[in-house]
């Protein structure tokens, strides 16, 4: 058999090597020349995976069996789209593509279902007339981006208006979603859908740097409920969202606001969370993501089991740099000899550049501690945050070590 990945993030690398377990041919298609997992495909070509008509070049040209992608939104709407027109499976149709990555649509849905979300208007061109009624601050954020890309708090007008016009340059249907903020603790919920029942797999916390405009994320925290009364508001309300949107066997990521004992639904879509995302929830619940999805693709559904988490805490820490071209990594194999660090991940390639920090996209790298007290998390977070090292082509360190900030544990 034969594969179209999409995408070559660091989670494709998985995909990849699940696919080669499974003597799958591996045809890999990316915007970059050289994303990180280009060297885990049996061949490459540079090509958006937004460009519907080259990649189904590909797909022709290399006679694939199927194209398939994990933890990416716009990546699995073309795997969806061009797979309908090939006649090659999917575990999601076109237009359920569409409408788990459009979130005008997805906040249509919301409101008939009775899905608690916040307050919001959708527009291509602005107006004012359409926030009457709606208090600053406002969240604006492209209808049909992720990774942050294009998403802004907002605290008046005159922040709005750019803030809205940069949004729907991201959108690539120039149009954008404006809310009202939400204050609380935002969540990010990883479910498994099978045979039209949801089950949450993990419920994590994510710390973002301090930006009044960005939506940055450096870490994720996992456990962060307690509270029965929110479990249960969060499994009700994914069930609904798998409900609403024929979701019958696939993952799905929520991205939620819990305030006191009540949730907003900020987005969702049909896949798990980006990053390192799919790692985590093997760690927290055993059930492996990446190969669930092939197993979906091929006509197999697979059988959820859970098992119980791997330590009582659980944290994934995401590492920025200071301008600069990125040579090699420092310190991390000997942390992880030492058990300091459980696991790290490379998401960029030697020789990419550094300029600003805009969004969770422009990380470098990350990695995993775990342990079984706060106090023995808060040691190895310290310990791994004095002795790694980002290494540039000038041999400096570029790290943004000050965003690694003390971790904070308040359960809800």
């Not at 409101?111 to 359409?130: Q, W």
């Not at 049909?270 to 091929?298: M, P, Q, S």
Request: one cysteine or more; glycine letters at 6%.
């Amino acid at each position: 058999m034969k594969a179209l990945v999409l995408a070559g993030g660091f989670p494709q690398i998985d995909l990849l090597k699940e696919l080669n377990k499974r003597d799958i041919y591996t045809v890999l298609a990316d915007y970059y020349a050289a994303p990180v997992a280009k060297p885990y495909a049996d061949k490459f070509y540079q090509v958006s995976t937004l460009d519907i008509e080259a990649i189904t070049e590909v797909a022709k040209k290399e006679k694939v069996d199927f194209l398939i992608t994990v933890c990416t939104d716009q990546a699995l709407l073309t795997v969806a789209r061009v797979s309908e027109e090939l006649g090659l499976p999917c575990y999601i149709d076109y237009q359920t593509g569409l409408n788990v990555t459009n979130k005008a649509y997805m906040k249509k849905m919301f409101a008939e279902n009775e899905i608690p979300s916040a307050k919001h208007t959708i527009m291509g061109e602005f107006d004012k007339t359409k926030l009457e009624g709606m208090t600053y601050p406002l969240i604006v954020k492209p209808v049909d981006c992720n990774s942050s890309k294009g998403v802004v708090k907002a605290f008046s007008l005159d922040e709005l208006v750019p803030a809205f016009e940069k949004a729907v340059e991201y959108s690539r249907t120039n149009t954008a979603v404006v809310e009202e903020y939400i204050e609380g603790i935002e969540l990010s919920v990883d479910v498994y859908v099978e045979e039209g029942k949801a089950y949450v797999l993990s419920v994590t916390n994510s710390d973002k740097i301090k930006d009044d405009e960005k939506f940055v994320i450096f870490r994720s925290k996992y456990p962060i409920i307690k509270s029965e009364t929110v479990n249960k508001k969060i499994a009700d309300a994914s069930q609904k969202i798998a409900d609403a949107f024929g979701i019958k066997n696939a993952p799905m990521l929520i991205q939620l606001i819990v305030r006191g004992e009540d949730i907003f639904i900020l987005e969702f879509s049909a896949r798990t969370g980006g990053g390192v995302k799919h790692k985590l929830i093997e760690r927290i619940c055993g059930f492996d993501v990446i190969k669930a999805v092939v197993d979906l693709t091929l006509g197999e559904i697979p059988h959820l089991e859970i098992r119980p988490a791997e330590s009582k805490y659980i944290v994934d820490e995401f590492i920025y740099c200071r301008p600069g071209t990125f040579d090699r990594l420092d310190g991390f194999d000997e942390l992880v000899q030492k058990g300091i660090l459980s696991n790290y991940f490379l998401f960029k390639w030697k020789g990419a550049v550094f300029d600003t920090i805009e969004n969770s996209g422009d990380r470098i790298a990350g990695f995993t501690i775990q342990a079984d007290s706060i106090e023995k998390l808060k040691e190895k977070h310290n310990i791994a945050n004095a002795t790694l090292k980002v290494i540039d082509s000038n041999g400096e360190d570029i790290m943004r070590h000050d965003l690694l900030t003390e971790i904070e544990y308040d359960l809800i």
